[in-house]
């Protein structure tokens, strides 16, 4: 089976950009084709997509996500994280190990990749527990699982606390040429807090947590990059000192990559109100200094992805005390959408951002998406000019823990490619 979208701008930052046909072969794109050159003859085999009016992206890559299956399928299961992926524009995913069991061996691996196979939405790439357990005491069969199909390893949910084990779970990845996802986190620091330090916090009666408790383990996690040459990734970075040291990291040339949410450069701890938990999460929301600054690490490089740190939590789990609730918002369905807004409000480009959610984290995970013959035809399509408004009762996620109901937004994802095969979308 062929099949050919025309119509769309192509935008592939570094590699084209412009009106171009793209023709895709089985699983496999086959040719890039400019719109005067003679097209293969129409047939049975042969279906035209018109996709006039939508730019088409390398496939977006949700770096951070959690699926919660094995053990928490109540709040998602692989196949509607899967789904809810296709339908926020994400060709693929990384799926953290905080699952029950934890991802630390080559079972749990497989079978992640088995539940993500027969979903048929976006590819899930699964991430390695650290240590044994995400306990933070032995490192766990970070070799074994790199074979089953991990692409990274993290104890996310949870910091590595040793850094001895650190050192030693870099020193290992390094050999393997994975990247560490390293989420920051000072517990002795955070000491039960539930959301950012600060005036709103005060007033409020919640219990704070400082930018420090993020800051310090950035720092600590940079030098021992520094020690042992790995490749260290961090997560949902949320304040401006540790984008300060991550700027300063990489202009000494220490292989550090970073994250941060889009809740980071849309929301501050202004927002937090009416004891509402749809609006905690692990980091919390920051200061407005704060979400300057993360804006800031965006436009200048700093920041290299914006991941959703997609957290499904029941209603029950949300619905208690704030400084009871779970922690976790999710985000695949409106990720795409509020990191628009970055280019509608001029700080970022359109290229910029395409860089931020499909090429920047293809390539920490060393994976090739370039639209260019002979790699996979894993595609986005954007409608930029579509307005609507988030609403949670229409997601595909089993949850509903947002911050963002009600917010008016403008462009989404309008279908989603994987493998050749449309996995979201008018032609799905
Ligand atoms: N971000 C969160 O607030 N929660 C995450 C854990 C994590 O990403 O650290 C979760 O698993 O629920
Ligand atoms: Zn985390
Ligand atoms: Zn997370």
Known sequence: MRTLIKGARVLDPGNVDGYKSILINGQTIEAVL??????????????????????????????????????????????????????????????????????????????????????????????????????????????????????????????????????????????????????????????????????????????????????????????????????????????????????????????????????YFTLTDADVKGYDACFKMNPPLRSEKDRQAVIQGLADGTIDVIASDHAPHSKEEKDLEFDRAAFGIVGLETSLPLSLKLVQNNHLTLENLILKMAKNPAKILGINNDITPGNPADLSLIDLKEKGVIDPSRFVSKSRNTPFAGMTVQGRAAATMVDGNFVFGLWA
């Open 34 to 263: 400019d719109p005067a050159d003679v097209m293969p003859e129409n047939g049975t085999d042969f279906k035209v997509i018109d996709a006039t009016g939508l730019v088409l992206v390398p496939g977006l890559m949700d770096i951070h996500v959690h699926l919660r299956e094995p053990g928490h399928e109540y709040k998602e299961t692989i196949a509607t994280g899967a789904a809810a992926a296709a339908r926020g524009g994400f060709t693929a995913v990384c799926a953290m190990p905080n699952t029950r069991p934890v991802n630390d061996n080559s079972q749990v691996t497989a079978f992640i990749l088995g539940k993500a196979k027969a979903a048929k939405g976006a590819r899930v790439y699964p991430v390695g527990a650290v240590t044994k357990g995400s306990a933070g005491t032995q490192l766990s069969e970070i070799q074994d699982m790199q074979q089953a199909g991990i692409k990274a390893v993290s104890d996310d949910g949870r910091p590595v606390e040793n850094a001895q084990i650190m050192r030693r779970a870099l020193e290992y990845c390094r050999g393997l040429s994975i990247p560490v996802f390293v989420h920051a986190e000072d517990l002795s620091l955070v000491n039960g807090g539930a959301m950012n330090e600060g005036p709103p916090a005060t007033f409020q009666g919640i219990p704070g947590i400082p930018n420090a408790a993020e800051a310090v383990m950035v720092a600590r996690d940079i030098l021992l990059s520094r020690l042992t040459g790995a490749h260290v990734h961090f997560c949902h970075i949320s304040c401006e000192e540790s984008i300060d040291l991550i700027r300063k990291a990489k202009h000494q040339g220490i292989r550090v990559t970073c994250e941060t949410a889009p809740h």
